[in-house]
């Protein structure tokens, strides 16, 4: 099973809609989770922190869930520009060498 | 609003040769990171610094990349001979203060250097 994994998509979305991705990981000594966008060539943004109980931030939605090891992202009410790749990252304090580890991420396309 | 800078933008650099990256981290941001990201790959992560020191190294940092923090502002990577598999994009991040797990992670814009 790979570290941390993500749907590659394309999410091809109408304008309005909402949409989920989810994120597995292997690790369970695990402990953050983020989700981050990277448009095209561009650097990697932060968009949430993903904490225990969910959280929330406007349209975005987080969710963990340690049980079954993944974690997610809703989007409601999607805009054009929420087209982006979504990138989940990883954190295990304890496995040395891979301690950050970023999902290949899931392309989404919002379309007009 | 405070952002990590790179520079420089774009680095073409002959096999063999040594290259600097530069960054200059968000400054009241204690952690500092290199990452790269082949071009249609995931961004792997290189390196974190913290305290003057390497905090963490993936088996991606070999003795051929090292990093310097050399004044209060500056965050560099080197990468002593390059290789055609080096060529990337390469993004420094910082985090701030807290708790050393916080990992919240702001990104400069990259330096995409290509090796011929």
């Known amino acids: 099973r790979k570290e941390v994994e993500q749907d590659p998509g394309p999410f091809n979305v109408p304008e309005g809609a909402t949409v989920a991705f989810n994120c597995t990981y292997s690790?369970?000594?695990?402990?953050?989770f983020f989700w981050y966008r990277q448009d095209c060539r561009k650097e990697p943004k932060l968009l949430m922190s993903?904490?225990?109980s969910g959280n929330e931030d406007g349209r975005f939605t987080a969710q963990l869930n340690r049980a079954s090891q993944y974690i997610s992202l809703l989007i409601r009410d999607s805009k054009l520009s929420d087209s982006a790749t979504y990138l989940c990252?990883?954190?295990?304090?304890?496995?040395?060498?891979?301690?950050?580890?970023f999902g290949k991420g899931t392309r989404l396309h919002i379309l007009p | 609003e405070p952002e990590v800078t790179q520079t420089p933008s774009h680095q073409v650099t002959q096999m063999g040769q040594e290259v600097i990256l530069r960054c200059v981290p968000i400054?009241?941001?204690?952690?500092f990171y290199w990452y790269r990201q082949i071009l249609g790959q995931k961004v792997e992560f290189l390196v974190s610094?913290?305290?003057?020191?390497?905090?963490?190294k993936s088996e991606i940092f070999d003795d051929q990349f090292s990093v310097e923090r050399p004044d209060g502002s500056n965050f560099t990577l080197k990468i002593r001979s390059t290789k055609l598999e080096d060529s990337a994009m390469y993004f420094c991040?910082?985090?701030?203060?807290?708790?050393?797990?916080?990992?919240?992670?702001?990104f400069g814009p990259g330096t995409r250097l290509t090796v011929t």
């Open positions: 610094f913290y305290n003057n020191e390497i905090s963490e």
């Open positions: 991040a910082s985090s701030p203060p807290g708790l050393a797990d916080s990992y919240e992670q702001y």
């Open positions: 400054s009241n941001h204690l952690y």
């Open positions: 993903v904490y225990s």
């Open positions: 990252v990883v954190f295990t304090p304890m496995n040395r060498d891979d301690k950050i580890i």
């Open positions: 690790n369970s000594a695990s402990q953050s």
